[in-house]
């Protein structure tokens, strides 16, 4: 085995999978190319864009930032297993519904995104537009809380306001998302 190579077990969407990857493959490389987990998407390929997140043991990742050999031993969730088998995650069904999407080239990410979103603001961390940050301050999930916690997944084609409302409807929240994303 060269030394700029290694043989590495990823964890992905419940699966374990065995790969030789070059030592600076990418995560994002690595389940694209050699897993055939296209629903990823590379857009800067250099953590601006988001359209790569992925979850890593349940937080958001970038995956063209972080070295596929560094994600052993880790739990990957992409787009491809976020549904529970037919089962649409609730996530994917606002998105549907409300059009949170116009070509779909980010919506993988903004997916993944929303999904960790909704967890973090449900187990209380706070974001720049959190007023009050003390622990156990109660915040709702608004759609300036929603566009701050999103921000770093852009999308070219501006379906920012369906985006909002999609991941507002998903967490339970659409009332008060539509009344500030209209306002
Ligand atoms: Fe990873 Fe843009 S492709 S952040
Ligand atoms: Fe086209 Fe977001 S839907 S880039």
Redesign the pocket.
């Known amino acids: 085995m060269s030394p700029t190579r290694s043989e590495i077990s990823l964890h992905v969407n419940g699966k374990t999978h065995t790969l030789s990857a070059d030592n600076r493959t990418t995560l ?1 490389d690595a389940l694209r190319e050699q897993l055939g987990l296209t629903g990823t998407k ?11 997140t992925v979850l890593v043991d349940g937080r958001r990742a ?4 972080q070295l596929a050999v560094a994600a052993e031993g880790t739990a990957i969730t992409t787009i491809e297993g976020i549904a529970d088998g037919d089962q649409l995650h609730p996530v994917q069904e606002a998105f549907l519904e409300l059009d949170g999407y116009q070509c779909g080239y980010c919506t993988p990410g903004q997916i993944c995104s929303a999904v960790a979103v909704i967890q973090e603001h449900a187990e209380g961390w706070p974001s720049a537009a959190t007023d009050d940050v003390r622990p156990g301050a109660e915040t709702a999930l608004d759609a300036e809380e929603i566009r701050e916690r999103m921000s770093g997944n852009l999308c070219r084609c501006g379906a920012y306001t369906a985006i909002v409302r999609a991941v507002a409807q998903a967490a339970g929240n659409p009332v008060t998302a539509e009344t500030k994303v209209m306002a």
């Open positions: 994002l590379k857009g800067c390929d250099h953590g601006q864009c988001g359209a790569c970038v995956s063209c930032l």
